[in-house]
């Protein structure tokens, strides 16, 4: 059953009790409750993903709004970022059923063959290998066909697609005019620009159709697809929400190990706190911010870093916190002419009736703007070998199909942080760094579990990040002065203007990258897996070192980012480490 209030729930005691009913939470409770034996809880700090404003994290197009000021989002800053003239930036995090999934950009890659093998080779387990992987990759998504009807064919590959999983994925379902320039540029610019028929076939690079995780022109999030169906038809599954789990409880020792089966939960700062308690294990799932700070927050951790904390550390796990992963990105925007069918007169508002027909047309049929992600081309490229950075640093990617940089692009004005123009039709397209070499770290900083934790990403702390994102500025300029962008990109808005001047210096777009860049909201690798015991913070089976009864399934486990976009990744990870829980207890 769902429940809002811990007072609601019949017992305390459970088989499993999963923390965050997140993108990869939701996953894991729901294939364990497929034992109809086990009893499941799933404690979600957020709120329900269907009641107040749900059309934000419903509607595709809408999604980038159900973070900024939104009930839906944690409201998490960083802190000043050294690199980028001292700026504090927001940090995304979805506060809800479904967690980020549910208010992510939708964007559904799974990283290159080269990422999963090296995840392989650190952890020291081939079941993270692209090979193992690719059977839970199709085991989490139905492919599905899109809602206008229009031809896919050469759009995607259908023998790398799940047809029978819980998250619907496709190609776009709305058609943009600028699809067949950026497609004439992968033919004009061949060998810069390859077009690739599916990244998520394990081979990344190149230019592709962008895959999304959106279902009948809705967003497929784990609350819409894993979570909801299992409470829905199962009576071993419960979920609370508006809840959050304070601190883990030491319930003894377990194999030389000190064991935590209970956790305390609590709906405010001043409520009294309940105990639970895990007949099996504990599955911290709240995410690369959160699981490390409820684990700091009982005592386990970096000891330097509880002890500024005011809280008494009991076990040692220094690398905790520490690895934080993010990929920075810069958007950039060029003008292209008045009478161009761009999305910027909903998204600039400048047309008032343009938002109420489209809502009209998605309420309809799910079809239209709406149901899209406003982007239908992402694309995933290398430094070339012989470049300056590599020659000076090293490659710093996972091998050489994985990525360094991405670039994507967007029928309209998109940005964040900008402000936004009132009037005039544009192209947009991000530059993303995704082989970054900065680390960051979380911490607490308070005992207080309601207080938010410290999070620096420390973006653009090293040369080579920078170096790599001035080339994809630059690699970005070269595609849009392709000639299938004569006449339509006519010149950079006035923000890039000096970056994108024909005699521009790499001094301009430093000054843009120190200007501008946000997150992608990508925070990971906080509590890496290593085959190393004396690294990292959880084993091959994703189970913390140095105790018992706990197992971490979410972002944070990952040893380096991927070098795409993760959450299908995040899905494909937390379906393995479900087979791992089921054979680990014979389920
Ligand atoms: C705005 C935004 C845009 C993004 N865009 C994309 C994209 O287009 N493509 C892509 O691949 N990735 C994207 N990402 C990243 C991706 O969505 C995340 O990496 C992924 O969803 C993280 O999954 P997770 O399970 O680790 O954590 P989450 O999905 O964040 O789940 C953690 C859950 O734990 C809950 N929780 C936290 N603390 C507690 C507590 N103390 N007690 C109880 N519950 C708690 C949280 O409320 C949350 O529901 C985006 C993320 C954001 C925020």
Redesign the pocket.
């Known amino acids: 059953a769902f429940y809002t209030d811990p007072s609601q729930l019949t017992k305390k005691t459970y088989d499993f009790i999963v923390?965050?009913?997140?993108?990869?939470?939701n996953v894991v409770a729901a294939r364990l409750s497929e034992n109809p034996s086990v009893s499941v809880l799933v404690?979600?700090?957020?709120v329900s993903n269907t009641g107040y404003r749900s059309e934000l994290v419903t509607i595709p197009f809408l999604?980038?709004q159900?973070?900024v000021n939104s009930p839906f989002?944690?409201n998490y800053t960083t802190v000043p970022q050294a690199a980028l003239n001292n700026q504090v930036l927001p940090y995304?995090?979805?506060?809800?059923?479904?967690?980020?999934?549910?208010?992510?950009?939708?964007?559904?890659?799974r990283g290159a063959k080269d990422d999963w093998d090296k995840y392989a080779t650190l952890i020291g387990d081939s079941s993270y290998s692209w090979n193992n992987m690719l059977k839970y990759f199709k085991k989490s998504e139905t492919w599905q066909h899109p809602v206008d009807g229009h031809s896919t064919a050469g759009q995607y590959n259908p023998a790398v697609h799940g047809t029978n999983g819980p998250i619907g994925v496709g190609v776009t379902p709305q058609l943009f005019p600028i699809d067949s320039r950026v497609i004439k540029t992968t033919q004009q610019l061949s060998s810069e620009f390859p077009f690739n028929l599916d990244q998520n076939s394990g081979k990344l690079l190149g230019v592709g159709w962008l895959q999304?995780d959106v279902k009948d022109g809705a967003r497929s999030s784990?609350a819409t697809g894993y979570l909801t169906p299992a409470v829905n038809s199962r009576k071993n599954i419960d979920v609370l929400i508006q809840?959050?789990?304070?601190k883990l409880v030491r319930t003894g020792t377990s194999g030389g190990l000190p064991e935590y089966k209970s956790l305390q939960?609590a709906q405010t700062p001043t409520s009294n706190p309940i105990t639970l308690t895990a007949k099996k294990e504990i599955i911290l799932?709240?995410?690369?911010?959160?699981?490390p700070?409820?684990l700091m927050l009982s005592g386990i951790g970096d000891p330097s870093t509880l002890k500024k904390a005011g809280v008494n550390a009991t076990v040692s796990v220094p690398d905790l916190g520490k690895n934080l992963q993010d990929h920075p990105l810069i958007f950039a925007q060029w003008h292209v002419p008045d009478n161009a069918s761009t999305f910027d007169p909903i998204s600039l508002n400048e047309d008032p009736n343009a938002l109420t027909n489209a809502l009209a047309q998605w309420t309809a049929n799910r079809t239209g703007v709406l149901s899209s992600?406003g982007s239908n081309h992402i694309g995933f490229f290398r430094l070339p070998d012989n470049s300056p950075v590599i020659k000076k640093y090293g490659d710093k990617s996972a091998g050489p199909g994985s990525a360094h940089y991405e670039l994507a692009w967007q029928n309209g004005f998109v940005s964040v942080g900008q402000p936004f123009p009132t009037s005039g039709k544009y192209i947009s397209n991000i530059h993303v760094l995704n082989a970054p070499t900065s680390r960051g770290y979380i911490a607490i900083n308070s005992a207080d579990?309601f207080k938010a934790p410290t999070i620096d990403p420390n973006f653009f702390s090293t040369d080579f990040d920078l170096q790599t994102m001035i080339y994809a500025v630059r690699s970005a300029q070269r595609f849009i002065r392709a000639q299938a962008w004569s006449g339509y990109a006519l010149s950079a808005y006035s923000d890039s203007a000096a970056m994108f001047a024909p005699n521009s210096t790499d001094a301009d777009v430093i000054a843009y990258i120190r200007k501008w860049t946000q997150s992608?909201?990508?925070?990971?690798c906080t509590a890496a897996a290593n085959k190393d015991s004396s690294k990292g913070v959880v084993d091959a089976n994703l189970k913390v070192r140095k105790i018992s009864g706990v197992r971490i399934?979410?972002?944070?486990v990952f040893p380096f980012i991927p070098s795409?976009?993760?959450?299908?990744?995040?899905y494909g990870l937390?379906e393995l480490a479900s087979d791992k829980i089921k054979s680990a207890y014979g389920l």
């Not at 799932?285 to 699981?291: C, E």
């Not at 992608?520 to 990971?524: A, L, N, S, T, V």
């Not at 795409?564 to 995040?570: E, F, L, R, T, Y």
Request: net charge neutral.
């Open positions: 923390v965050g009913g997140g993108t990869a939470g404690v979600e700090a957020g999604g980038p159900a973070s989002d944690w995304y995090r979805g506060y809800v059923l479904g967690g980020s999934s549910s208010t992510n950009f939708l964007t559904w890659t999304s784990s809840t959050r789990v304070t939960i799932s709240a995410g690369s911010i959160n699981s700070q409820i992600i579990p992608i909201k990508h925070p990971m399934v979410d972002a944070s795409s976009h993760p959450v299908a990744g995040i937390a």
